[in-house]
């Protein structure tokens, strides 16, 4: 039998949100919400196999129930807008998976599914209906299943009247009659007084219905009876109200809903737009996951010949006379981490001709002229991610130097929000001959195999002969955005800095490590047994199942909220319930133990290089849409510095130099200092002028108190808004900071653009300006396109208005610490000095240091952080020394 899915959009996405932790892709799109619609709508798919399937969406915020009642629905609160920007997604992700949705003015999802559903079983369709909403159980039927949303929106809870009969001892239409009497909070929907669902129950069974009960209230005694009597329009209200519209004027036939599978050509872009990695996994789309194309027959399609050559030792002479014509190059490896990557092999290319050289070709005696040229800084090289490609020819012997042009660093400039910037793509989007991705040539997985030579040649000289073809569209376009200074001077001199930092590395005492991990392993066991002393039994603590009985059903906690466990135990939850029980403290201070112990004492333990004794990390300059650089193999950037055991991380890195120093210098307050010099205003130049206490002084005019009148709550609450006013917060965000409500937030959040008019001014000049000219750009002319900024969709324009205001901000302050980051390169050059620096982490810079050039160090790191760009009000680093990482902070 044909099998009809109905899903209460609305009800589902904002379940996913609540249960979902916070999710944002590297374009700053809230995702959360999203991801677990998705997840659990392939989970439906995949159990029910529904020939046809539709989500339905409430059209907006007044229906026909409206009319009789304006205050429906008035007691809810204005949708969070980390999740309001999340509904276009939705519905866009939909499209792209081929899921047909439907929303219609006047009309809620409810109204919308009930009628579906009615429609569905008069047509023969067994009917499935997904959502959060009891209220939906009144269309349940012998061919009409409704399933409830649990714990979170993991797990559903199928309901037929069997199920309503055994649960209530009521008939499917009888919900109605249940919610006339006891109401709704959630929809404003009064219900009477004091009756609540098991005094509604009591009376359903005893008289059947509402108008039952309301006739015959002589026979009931007490308040009861008065609040029946004196409320019983309101109980009649309140069941029509309740009361599923199936007459809904759909204008719809069942085959715009049949489901033949997803759209793989529009699924897999926006999967990657997304960044639903595990989901693209899990799928298993051959474009995403690759079928392995060994054989090369796909690949070979629709190409433009190329001419290759693969070189032998007796061939190398051909090559080497045509070093000077070689106008790109692409070097092919394997693995995610360059540092351990397998090279595959390399081709360089003239305009016409191509050469391919196996690794051990290319490592040979006779390769020797190759490898100068390599190594040749006068020698401009070009091509796709040279950066990887450093890092890979180093980890084989073989030096590289002269990177003049990379395009995966220019197409990141050009549009840093796209996600897609595979040479595949890049040549679709500059309009070259298809590029097979190496998914298809390759394979992936279990499946990679490396072809046969010349099908593998032709694949490599495929894509050197598309960087080559890139390569002047690109620098015209840097040009034409006036972002040939960024890219030349800036970004890709940045990129060989960072490589030479990365093969430095980073010495980790590893003695200090295992015992920082005896430490907290001590630490963790005496945390476990207080625990389970406290709640007088043992168990698993690491099960949020377990732990969530022991809190709320043995010490009766109050319940915040629940998830796919029953109850929901992460962070946020147990930091609202801290004050109520101590076993509370102990809980949070062994989880996080534990993941210090996981994360960075083992897993530091698994990336120390055995012949270097270091780690070395892999900077990305091509991932975070605001320009700030990403670490990977390990991420340095997210050692906790917030606690003290989280702090002593930082004691295991040490220099890799007997009797040097660890150096530290830190920007203080950067995006704040851009901000007030963006913005012109007065009040925030003031303080950075004369060098005063910067959240202080927000609290002393936000609260209009003087400085000795700060406490440190209004300090606190101060330092929240500032770092929200950058990052673009909400009255929802900031209530969850602050642990206020959002009303509580919102006016603070006035109270500050009150008191920073200048601030507020910038934000509303900044939004016309991306509204006028589509994108916004930072002091040094980076650019974040904002295609959605001209959206009639309110969610969207309102997320790319928040972005428009803070990526100016963010972006400055990570072109500044690049900046440093070069002049810091051409200081230790022009002054001889034997001091490396190692590591970039958000707004510091870290050295090792010989003794003899510590107290030079000392001054000219912070002076040259201070003069990286001049701004109207100064720019401060902080400098600190120590023999490891932690005594330099």
């Not at 807008?81 to 081929?98: D, H, I, K, M, T």
């Not at 990695?277 to 298993?284: A, I």
């Not at 800084?377 to 990379?406: M, S």
Request: aromatic share 8%; proline share 4%.
């Amino acid at each position: 039998m044909d099998k009809l899915i109905l899903i209460d959009g609305n009800s589902v996405i904002y379940r996913a949100f609540f249960a979902m932790p916070p999710l944002t892709n590297s374009s700053g799109l809230h995702t959360n919400a999203v991801y677990g619609f998705t997840n659990m709508m392939l989970r439906l798919i995949q159990e029910q196999k529904p020939t046809h399937l539709l989500v339905a969406f409430d059209a907006g915020k007044q229906t026909f129930r409206h009319e009789g009642y304006q205050e429906y629905k008035g007691g809810r609160e204005k949708t969070p807008p980390e999740l309001s920007e999340q509904f276009p997604l939705l519905r866009e992700l939909l499209e792209s998976f081929g899921i047909s949705w439907f929303e219609l003015a006047g009309y809620e999802a409810d109204d919308i599914i009930g009628t579906l559903s009615r429609l569905g079983e008069e047509s023969g369709l067994e009917v499935l209906v997904v959502t959060g909403d009891k209220d939906m159980l009144q269309v349940v039927s012998d061919k009409v299943t409704v399933a409830l949303t649990r714990k979170g929106i993991s797990e559903v809870e199928p309901y037929g009247p069997k199920e309503i009969e055994e649960k209530y001892g009521l008939t499917p239409l009888q919900i109605i009659d249940l919610k006339g009497l006891m109401g709704d909070a959630s929809d404003n929907i009064p219900g009477v007084p004091g009756i609540g669902e098991k005094t509604a129950l009591k009376l359903l069974h005893q008289f059947g219905s509402v108008e039952e009960v309301l006739a015959r209230t002589d026979e009931l005694k007490g308040k009861m009876k008065e609040n029946l009597v004196n409320h019983a329009e309101d109980a009649v209200m309140s069941k029509r109200l309740a009361t599923i519209h199936r007459e809904v004027p759909i204008d719809r036939a069942w085959d715009t809903m049949t489901f033949n599978g997803f759209k793989e050509e529009t699924a897999v872009p926006m999967l990657r737009k997304l960044e639903f990695k595990s989901l693209l996994e899990r799928l298993n789309f051959s474009g995403s996951e690759g079928d392995g194309q060994a054989d090369g027959t796909a690949a070979e399609a629709s190409q433009v010949q190329v001419d290759v050559t693969i070189v032998e030792s007796a061939s190398l002479k051909e090559l080497e006379a045509v070093l000077p014509e070689i106008a790109g190059l692409h070097v092919e490896s394997r693995g995610d981490n360059p540092h351990q990557a397998e090279l595959l092999g390399m081709v360089l290319s003239t305009k016409e001709r191509h050469f391919f050289l196996q690794p051990e070709v290319l490592k040979s005696e006779e390769a020797e002229a190759v490898r100068a040229w390599l190594a040749d800084e006068q020698a401009p090289k070009r091509g796709y991610d040279l950066h990887r490609a450093d890092l890979t020819l180093f980890w084989h012997g073989i030096p590289f130097a002269g990177a003049e042009f990379d395009i995966q660093l220019a197409a990141y400039l050009l549009d840093p929000t796209e996600s897609d910037q595979t040479l595949s793509a890049l040549s679709a989007k500059y309009n070259l001959a298809p590029l097979p991705s190496d998914d298809e040539v390759l394979g992936k997985g279990a499946k990679f195999k490396v072809p046969d030579l010349e099908i593998f040649s032709t694949h490599l000289a495929r894509k050197s002969a598309a960087a080559i073809s890139i390569v002047p569209e690109q620098r015209a376009a840097l040009e034409q955005n006036e972002m040939h200074k960024l890219f030349y001077e800036l970004e890709m001199p940045l990129s060989r800095i960072l490589a030479d930092m990365e093969k430095q590395g980073v010495a980790v005492d590893r003695e200090s490590l295992m015992q920082l991990g005896q430490e907290f392993e001590a630490q963790i066991a005496k945390l476990v047994s207080q625990i389970y002393e406290i709640a007088g039994i043992e168990f698993n603590l690491n099960s949020p199942k377990q732990l969530g009985e022991i809190l709320f059903d043995k010490l009766g906690l109050p319940v915040i909220k629940k998830t796919k466990t029953g109850y929901s135990t992460d962070a946020e939850v147990l930091e609202k319930l801290a004050p109520y029980h101590e076993i509370v403290q102990y809980i949070l201070e062994y989880r996080q133990l534990a993941k210090l112990q996981s994360t960075y004492v083992e897993g530091l333990l698994k990336e120390i290089r055995s012949e270097t004794g270091k780690v070395h990390t892999y900077f990305r300059q091509t991932i975070a849409a605001t320009g700030r650089l990403s670490s990977q193999f390990p991420n340095l950037q997210n050692i906790p510095i917030r606690m003290e055991e989280g702090r002593k991380i930082r004691k295991v890195f040490v220099p890799s130099e007997e009797g040097w120093y660890i150096l530290g210098a830190d920007y203080s307050q950067i995006e704040l200092r851009v901000l007030a010099h963006i913005s012109g205003d007065k009040g925030l130049q003031e303080a950075f002028l004369h060098d005063m206490d910067i959240h202080t002084k927000t609290a002393m005019d936000v609260f209009r108190v003087s400085s000795d009148q700060v406490d440190a709550n209004m300090r606190r609450s101060a330092k929240a808004v500032n770092f929200g006013i950058v990052y673009g917060i909400s009255d929802y965000g900031l209530s969850q900071n602050l642990n206020i409500t959002r009303k509580e937030a919102a006016r603070f959040i006035d109270q500050y653009f009150d008191a920073f008019q200048g601030v507020r001014k910038y934000m509303d000049d900044i939004v016309r300006d991306a509204k006028r000219d589509g994108y916004v750009k930072t002091l040094l002319e980076r650019r974040r396109y904002l295609p959605e900024i001209n959206a009639s969709n309110f969610n969207l324009r309102s997320f790319a208005e928040r972005t428009a205001m803070n990526t100016p901000i963010q972006g400055t302050a990570a072109d500044i610490i690049k900046l440093a980051m070069v002049l810091m390169d051409t200081a230790l050059s022009s002054h001889g000095l034997k001091s490396r620096m190692l590591l970039q982490v958000h707004d510091e810079l870290v050295f090792e240091v010989p003794p003899e050039e510590l107290e030079l160090m000392s001054k000219l790191v912070p002076e040259t952080m201070e003069k990286a760009l001049k701004l109207s009000v100064p720019l401060k680093a902080e400098v600190s020394s120590g023999w490891n990482w932690y005594e330099a902070k």
